[in-house]
T-cell receptor, first 114, second 115 residues
Framework: AQSVTQPDIHITVSEGASLELRCNYS??????LFWYVQSPGQGLQLLLK??????LVQGIKGFEAEFKRSQSSFNLRKPSVHWSDAAEYFC????????????FGGGTRLMVKP | EPEVTQTPSHQVTQMGQEVILRCVPI?????FYWYRQILGQKVEFLVS????????KSEIFDDQFSVERPDGSNFTLKIRSTKLEDSAMYFC?????????????FGPGTRLTVT
């Protein structure tokens, strides 16, 4: 069955430390891939997206993500986390040529220690 | 920067009542969407809308749900007879073109509580 998995429900990192949030998908063909962030009381904000081409994509707020076809993964990274990065992060996919609906992972809640 | 707005931010209703959730998409966008997130669960796609028609809908979007673009700016989701399990955060989104090539911009959500 098609699915998006974010294995880590909660992650806590110290401010200034590096961050990697995992996302794995299960689809027949490579879908379009997205990372969204949701701060408390806010909507979902797009951090970055992958359609094709360079497998390392840069996004806003210093985030980047790497698409690895062999691992069906699209992990989100940031070299140095700021306290304001505390939020919930969602990986999402849109199957190629299969409609314009996004399928979301379960989310990872990031806490940042001072 | 243009943004998607939603009203109300919180709606409380009794089981069996009709509710209408309102959204104002970004003005030059052509595709509109509703998603929902039940507390503690994933964000789930409900429906997409283009050219005054539903273009895609999920299994969740049954006959109790309907969408409408009553004028040039609003996009509404109606739940005809609410059930307890309809309690969720409902997100509206819009995009300039088909998602995949064009990103979806999300509103802040309406929290619906059915009692």
């Amino acid at each position: 069955a098609q699915s998006v998995t974010q294995p880590d429900i909660h992650i806590t990192v110290s401010e200034g430390a590096s961050l990697e949030l995992r996302c794995n998908y299960s689809y027949g063909a490579t879908p379009y891939l997205f990372w969204y962030v949701q701060s408390p009381g806010q909507g979902l904000q797009l951090l970055l997206k992958y359609f094709s081409g360079d497998t390392l994509v840069q996004g806003i707020k210093g985030f980047e993500a790497e698409f690895k076809r062999s691992q069906s993964s699209f992990n989100l990274r940031k070299p140095s986390v700021h306290w304001s990065d505390a939020a919930e992060y969602f990986c999402a996919v849109e199957p190629f040529n299969a409609g314009n609906m996004l399928t979301f992972g379960g989310g990872t809640r990031l806490m940042v220690k001072p | 920067e243009p943004e998607v707005t939603q009203t109300p931010s919180h709606q409380v209703t009794q089981m069996g009542q009709e509710v209408i959730l309102r959204c104002v998409p970004i003005s030059n966008h052509l595709y509109f969407y509703w998603y929902r997130q039940i507390l503690g669960q994933k964000v789930e796609f409900l429906v997409s809308f283009y050219n005054n028609e539903i273009s895609e809908k999920s299994e969740i979007f049954d006959d109790q749900f309907s969408v409408e673009r009553p004028d040039g700016s609003n996009f509404t989701l109606k739940i005809r007879s609410t059930k307890l399990e309809d309690s969720a955060m409902y997100f509206c989104a819009s995009s300039r073109g088909l998602a995949g090539s064009y990103e979806q911009y999300f509103g802040p959500g309406t929290r619906l509580t059915v009692t």
